[in-house]
């Protein structure tokens, strides 16, 4: 495998990536379902669960900066962000009685509902 | 620009939650030779999942025709010779807009209300106006049991936090693998609300004080930033590639390949 020198850029759950002097991404990686692995050192690699054996693997300059990008990348899916909301929003709803989104009136809509995963 | 494809496919159609789904007409400005522009809509399946709106050539089709995603973008009524037709427009002028046209009043309002609230943005936006107020909550619990109290019984209210099961908390913070409840428990077992994705970096500093009180949809970021232009480039590019796929295919076809 070669190891090209790229410039990475995660915006919400996309994660661009560019040639270092290019001002245009050459690619990018929709990050939902995906599964964010540590592998060797300085590596972490990013995988899809229609088909986990394929492997994106990027190596950081340090332990430090692999750790950081794990971390930012487990947390980047809409639907991590959405399972967040739906926490949340029950945590306060349990300690307080009252519904948080009501005020918002959004409080009603289907993809804040904690039961359902599957529609 | 090369995008995970068959994966970005595979969650358009995946029972992942749809936050709304129809079928629209797009329109489609085609542009002849003799330099006359031609207006036509194509009536597609639509389907709304976070931030990205997909859409079909038809209700059953098993991949996505194309992908708009909703960053960096504005919802508005269209002034239109067609009647319930509504606009997707980008901060980016080089970014084309869409314009949707639904089938009566209810379902343009309806389509309208869900996009303008399916960007990350506007859900990150929420999720920390409620973060805060959990932390609140659990201060003043906490508070509430710091003083002291002269009851006899040595009962326990009943929502202290430290009693309080905790249920479908997503311990595993896994982009779609979600283990609900097993593994590592990084907070140490205490009900710890999970920390935030980290602020998108903006050429105007990151300041990180509280979102404005009402949630306002101002964003304390630009909306208009270097990062919508790629995603102007990945419509574009989508669009073409479906377009290219698809002439190939009807030639095959022509030629009687299967």
């Known amino acids: ?119 | 620009m090369k995008l995970n494809e068959r994966s970005v496919a595979h969650y358009a159609t995946c029972d992942s939650p749809t936050d709304h789904a129809g079928f629209l007409r797009k329109r489609v400005e085609r542009h002849h030779h003799h330099a006359h522009h031609a207006t036509s809509y194509q009536r597609r399946w639509f389907v709304l999942k976070g931030n990205l709106l997909f859409y079909f050539e038809e209700r059953e089709s098993r991949e996505p025709v194309g992908v708009i995603v909703l960053e960096g973008c504005t919802v508005e009524l269209c002034d239109s010779a067609e009647e319930f037709a509504f606009a997707i427009r980008f901060d980016d002028a080089g970014a084309k807009a869409y314009v949707l046209v639904a089938d009566g009043q209810a379902a343009m309002e309806a389509w309208v209300k869900a996009l303008s609230r399916a960007s990350f943005d506007y859900m990150r936006l929420v999720v920390r106006e409620l973060e805060k107020q959990l932390e609140e909550a659990c201060t003043s619990l906490a508070a509430c049991h710091k003083s002291p109290r002269r009851s006899s019984g040595r009962k326990r209210h009943l929502s202290n936090p430290a009693l309080l099961p905790v249920q479908e908390k997503p311990a595993i913070l896994e982009n779609g693998y979600s283990t609900w409840g097993s593994g590592p428990d990084r907070d140490g077992g205490h009900s710890k609300p999970p920390p935030l994705p980290p602020r998108r970096r903006s050429a105007a500093g990151s300041p990180t004080g509280s979102p404005a009180p009402g949630l306002s949809p101002t964003l304390q970021e630009s909306p208009v930033s270097p990062e919508t232009a790629c995603f102007a480039k990945l419509h574009h590019w989508y669009g073409q590639e479906i377009a290219v796929l698809r002439r190939e295919w009807q030639e095959r076809q022509k030629r009687g390949h299967p």
Not at chain 1, 66 to 76: P, T
Not at chain 1, 86 to 91: A, L, M, S
Not at chain 1, 106 to 119: G, H, V
């Open chain 1, 1 to 119: 495998a070669v190891l090209k020198k790229r410039l990475v850029k995660l915006v919400v759950n996309f994660l661009f990536y560019f040639r270092t002097d290019e001002a245009e991404p050459i690619g990018a990686l929709l990050l939902e379902h995906c599964r964010i692995t540590k592998e060797e050192e300085n590596v972490f690699s990013i995988s899809f669960i229609e088909e986990p054996e394929r492997k994106y693997c990027f190596e950081c300059d340090s332990e430090e900066q692999c750790q950081e990008w794990i971390e930012a990348l487990k947390r980047a899916s809409y639907e991590f962000m959405r399972r967040s909301l739906i926490f949340y929003r029950n945590e306060i709803q349990k300690m307080t009685g009252k519904d948080p989104l009501e005020q918002y009136g959004i409080s009603e809509e289907a993809r804040f509902q904690l039961a359902t995963r599957k529609q």
